[in-house]
């Protein structure tokens, strides 16, 4: 099936910290990324690219680890649930006082030398690999080691050299992204004292792999809007074309709120699963959770999250799936690719990436039978 | 001539009075307290005029003392007489800007560009004019402390671009004008002051000097770093003082300018 006109595709999700419980939002962007993954392989030479390594350097992660060792001390967390290790993140940012470099630098050495992760966030990736399993999201490598290809300033010389880059920290100064020759503001990516944001933290990830693509897409939060149209720009003069899929968050209740404040209660990904898992079958699960979150609630973010349009989805999904014909399919035919090809050309318009949208939105057409091939490739 | 707190204070008001004798009249400026009030009621002014302020814009890429001293003078040697006057109206402010002047030379014209293409200048103009500019970069920090440094000889050079470097600059140069090049010694505190005092304090003291032709093509100056300025007792030609962030209320003095220290005429100018 793979020819050597297969173009590469690279997908880029921005990544959720491990520090706190999935919540609808953070959903909402792994079903977009799965179903953007699984619909585009059968098309292209796809990497779904991941990493949590590559952004554990980040004050947010780095700064956790250092205020639960420095207040909790050596504790058990295996026992505590993905909510009660939020608590302890919400506790943290309220503590305000931020974490100086020096005391971040044994956290930070540690994630870059040894593949370190602390306990309390292996313990949220475990506890969502388990939530990935049940809703059939490939997993991209929660729990593997996948450090960047650059160094921090093997990026920051890269940058510079291509005269995108502005290094004052000889001057006591930051290290900016300089995308503004094509009239983009200045953006900070290292503090004076040498931590990076994630920006500085994609940028180690995804300049080395740009070259090796024909395109880039990066799927992100829609608020972070200015800092991906600089990474669009930057990845861009490596020759691959970017891409750029904001995807809208979820409200509750008609409020955005960010995961850092808590206020997530009822509506995290543990507890839908719990309250939905008996009353429907796995697969109905998996493409009802896809019908809602990429259908339903579409890119942008104006639909608060609404429960019972979630178990609609689900119940919808269920007769699709009856329609298919309700049985394993047969290997041999799920591999054709000129039949899966078929379907799912329609969707890509003019990008090699499917448009998860256009796709999930078909399934819903009105006396439409989806093709059961395509259900098991993509939304199962 | 020995600092203290009562001269600093002179040199201080002594600005203020030339810089704005409309206003220094009605104000007190025998006090410490005096002066802190006539500041404020100048910042109350500046803040009315805000958009219409005469300011210079300078982006910074890299900064090397000696260079940035030399480039400080073509630029303001080089500053034509009537925006030199609003310029040193508005006290010759200066704000400066993280940037990388080579991403921005495409989209924005500037004034002077060094040599070496680190720092670029724009204006003397309304801070209107320089808002787009503003918006798209950074206000520049340099907070690392500046370092002793041996002492370092470097020439004024003559008003207007190097060769090859790209600037404009309209109307007649106010540093125009004759007499033989002289030497000076350009002290510069450094305790306690970073890059970016520097930058502020340093700055006004060239350019004022160079408004006043106490610095003018040809001169030399020879940097000299001290950690304070205290207890100099060579006489000075220009010193800036300013205010002391450190010691909240009392002044400062950042650097000066000696007197001339040799005879220089025979040297190449």
Not at chain 2, 162 to 177: D, L, Y
Request: glycine letters at 10%.
């Amino acid at each position: 099936m793979t020819g050597p006109a297969r173009p590469r595709v690279l997908l880029a999700p921005v990544t959720v910290t491990p520090s706190k419980p999935l919540t609808p939002s953070h959903l909402k962007g792994l079903l977009w990324a799965d179903v953007m993954y699984r619909a585009t392989a059968p098309l292209a030479e796809v990497t779904y690219r991941y990493s949590h390594t590559t952004y554990h350097p980040t004050e947010q992660t780095l700064g956790f680890w250092e205020f639960l060792d420095r207040t909790h001390g050596d504790i058990d967390y295996s026992g505590l649930s993905e909510t009660e290790i939020g608590e302890l993140y919400v506790a943290y940012r309220g503590e305000g006082a931020t974490a100086t470099a020096g005391d971040m630098r044994p956290y930070a050495d540690a994630v870059e030398r040894t593949g370190f992760v602390h306990p309390a966030s292996a313990l949220v990736l475990r506890l969502w690999a388990g939530h990935y399993e049940r809703l059939g999201l490939y997993d991209p490598g929660l729990l593997t080691h996948q450090p960047p290809g650059y160094g921090l300033e093997e990026m920051v010389s890269d940058l510079v050299a291509a005269g995108l880059g502005l290094d004052q920290r000889r001057l006591g100064g930051p290290v900016y992204l300089d995308a503004t020759r094509f009239g983009l503001p200045l953006r900070q990516i290292i503090t004076a004292e040498g931590r990076p944001n994630y920006l500085a933290c994609a940028l180690r990830e995804l300049l080395p792999l740009a070259p090796r693509y024909d395109e880039i897409v990066v799927l992100y939060d829609r608020e972070l809007d200015p800092d991906y149209q600089l990474l669009e720009r930057v990845l861009a003069q490596r020759g691959p074309t970017v891409r750029r899929v904001p995807i809208g968050r979820v409200p509750i209740e008609g409020r955005i709120t960010s995961a850092r404040h808590g206020g997530w209660h009822g509506h995290t990904v543990d507890a839908l699963l719990r309250t939905l898992g008996d009353h429907c079958s796995p697969e109905a699960l998996r493409l009802g959770v896809r019908l809602y979150f990429i259908a339903g609630l579409g890119p942008g973010q104006r639909e608060s999250f609404r429960h019972e349009l979630l178990r609609r989805s689900i119940a919808r999904a269920g007769q699709l799936l009856e329609r298919a014909g309700n049985q394993p399919d047969e290997p041999a035919v799920r591999r054709t690719p000129s039949q899966l090809t078929r379907l799912l050309e329609p969707h890509r318009r003019d990008h090699l990436h499917i448009d998860p949208y256009r796709l999930t939105s078909s399934l819903l057409k009105r006396g439409r039978t989806p093709s059961r091939p395509l259900l098991s490739e993509v939304f199962l | 001539m020995t600092l203290s707190p009562t001269f600093l204070l002179s040199v201080a008001a002594g600005r203020l009075r030339t810089t704005r004798p409309d206003l220094a009249a009605d104000l007190d400026l025998t006090s410490l307290e005096g002066l802190r009030g006539a500041q404020a009621v100048l910042a109350d002014r500046e803040a009315a005029e805000h958009g219409d302020r005469t300011v210079v814009v300078a982006v910074v890429g890299d900064f090397d003392l000696p260079r940035w001293v030399v480039d400080t003078c073509r630029f303001a040697l080089a500053v034509p007489a009537e925006r030199a006057g609003a310029w040193r109206h508005a006290f010759t402010r200066t704000v400066y800007l993280a940037g990388r002047p080579d991403s921005l030379r495409k989209r924005f014209t500037f004034d002077h560009v060094a040599e070496d293409g680190s720092i670029a200048w724009s204006g003397p103009a309304p801070e209107a004019d320089t808002e787009s500019l503003r918006r798209l970069l950074k206000t520049f920090s340099g907070g690392r402390e500046l370092a002793a440094w041996a002492p370092v000889t470097v020439t004024v050079p003559g008003a207007g671009p190097p060769p090859g470097a790209t600037g404009r600059m309209e109307g007649e140069p106010h540093g125009a004008g004759t007499r033989q090049p002289v030497a000076r010694d350009l002290y510069i505190a450094t305790a306690r002051v970073t890059v970016a005092d520097a930058l502020v304090q340093v700055n006004h003291l060239l350019v004022e000097s160079a408004m006043d032709g106490t610095v003018r093509p040809g001169d030399r100056l020879t940097l000299r770093s001290v950690p304070r300025l205290t207890g100099l007792s060579v006489p000075l030609a220009a010193l800036r003082v300013d205010t002391d962030p450190h010691r909240p209320g009392e002044l400062r003095a950042y650097a000066g300018l000696t007197e001339a220290t040799e005879d220089s005429s025979g040297l190449p100018g």
